[in-house]
């Protein structure tokens, strides 16, 4: 007795899994060196996901990112950000252990602007902490330009991400401001 496989619903199985992970379909995946490579999340492999696979891998990095914060398990951190924890586990990979706790760092690369050298400058760090670090000085120039307080940029005096000092001259934060080069609807629109 031979055993026969049911390609049609293996298929549909595959596709099924691809569109949790944002794809269209499973040969979206294949045609960028199949779900290993797509694992692996090199820049170039980044660089060619559909925009629907990238918002479901934005999506998952807040997830893990809520995860850390709250201290809550990845089915409700999923489940709150309209994710599959099958989509959040694919994504970030070891920053997930199989009880489904997120671990305190990971190296998952992320793409992000910063503010150096008196001009926004895209990025990319392996890391949640280069990101965080990323995130709170643009946090502490939105708060510096709204109050006028020089006390929320010093936390930042001397630290780099990804090799660039970030930028807390207040006068130079201020002249960016006012010619337009501080977009942070923009920015943060970019980021990922």
């Given at each position: ?105 990971d190296r998952l690369l992320r793409h992000l602007l910063i ?47 990804a090799r660039h000092l970030l930028e807390t001259d207040p006068d ?21």
């Open positions: 007795m031979t055993n026969t496989r049911d390609h049609g619903s293996e298929y549909q199985r595959r596709d099924a899994r691809a569109q949790e992970l944002g794809f269209r379909n499973y040969y979206e995946i294949r045609k960028r060196g199949g779900v290993q490579e797509v694992a692996k999340q090199s820049g170039s492999i980044l660089a060619s996901l559909p925009e629907s696979a990238r918002r479901t891998r934005q999506a998952v990095l807040e997830v893990l990112s809520v995860m850390r914060r709250e201290r809550i398990p990845l089915a409700r951190a999923a489940r709150r950000a309209g994710v599959s924890p099958t989509a959040v586990r694919f994504w970030a990979g070891d920053a997930v252990d199989p009880k489904g706790v997120a671990a305190p760092s503010i150096s050298h008196g001009q926004t400058t895209p990025v990319s760090v392996r890391g949640n902490r280069q990101a965080a670090l990323a995130s709170a000085h643009l946090q502490a120039v939105s708060k510096f330009l709204e109050t006028g307080e020089v006390r929320h940029l010093a936390p930042f005096e001397g630290k780099k991400v130079v934060l201020e002249s960016m401001a006012l010619s337009g080069g501080l977009q942070f609807e923009d920015i943060y629109s970019l980021v990922g």
